[in-house]
């Protein structure tokens, strides 16, 4: 197994990030926040979605509104909300960005086994939303675990992901999973 700190494993590692358009690297192999002023603003949006499995009659309980913490769903709506407006103080090398625009859903899962969150970021800025999303649909299943816990301490949290993005340098992109012009 390779030695990490190994100065010539470091640059090698560095030059097949800078290659493979992984930034975070500079040549000599160290940590830094991209540079992203000289990129046009444009349009962006990026959509991810995660599942929290759970006992069915715990999701009787948050459907019926009779959760023993109240209206866990509005909850876990606020917080996943309020965590991708905070994305840039979770994530080190992550940028602040204004977004314009975020949407937050959750569904039961068609089997009747646990919910679907799904997180839709929006700005128009030099730099994309993914990790809003990704941190809005992470966040809002952590709150929902906690707020469910002590009816089922054996949940799941699983499948989180990058459903699509649009816009930017790199254009459109969709999860190889996916169906074209399928919803996640």
């Given amino acids: 197994m390779p030695v990490l700190n190994d100065a010539s494993l470091l640059h090698e590692a560095a030059a097949w990030m800078n290659d493979s358009a992984l930034s975070h690297l500079n040549a000599q192999g160290e940590v830094h926040m991209v540079e992203v002023g000289h990129r046009a603003a444009t349009e962006r949006k990026a959509t991810a979605e995660g599942w929290i499995r759970l006992r069915p009659e715990v999701l009787q309980l948050v459907l019926q509104g009779r959760a023993p913490k109240g209206d866990v769903l509005a909850v876990a709506r606020v917080a996943a909300i309020q965590a991708a407006k905070r994305t840039w103080e979770l994530v080190p ?17 068609p089997a009747g086994d646990g919910l679907r969150v799904e ?51 790199h254009g459109d992109w969709q999860h190889p999973g996916l169906e074209a012009g399928a919803d996640g």
Avoid: F, N
Avoid at 127 to 134: F, I, Q, S, W
């Fill in 93 to 109: 090398l992550c940028h602040p960005i204004a977004l314009t625009g975020l949407e937050v859903v959750i569904d039961p899962a």
């Fill in 119 to 169: 997180a839709s970021a929006c700005t128009v800025g030099p730099t994309g939303v993914e990790m809003e999303a990704l941190t809005a649909v992470q966040v809002g299943l952590l709150t929902l675990y906690d707020m469910l816990k002590s009816a089922d301490p054996a949940m799941t949290i699983e499948g989180v992901r990058l459903l699509r993005k649009q816009g930017g340098r």
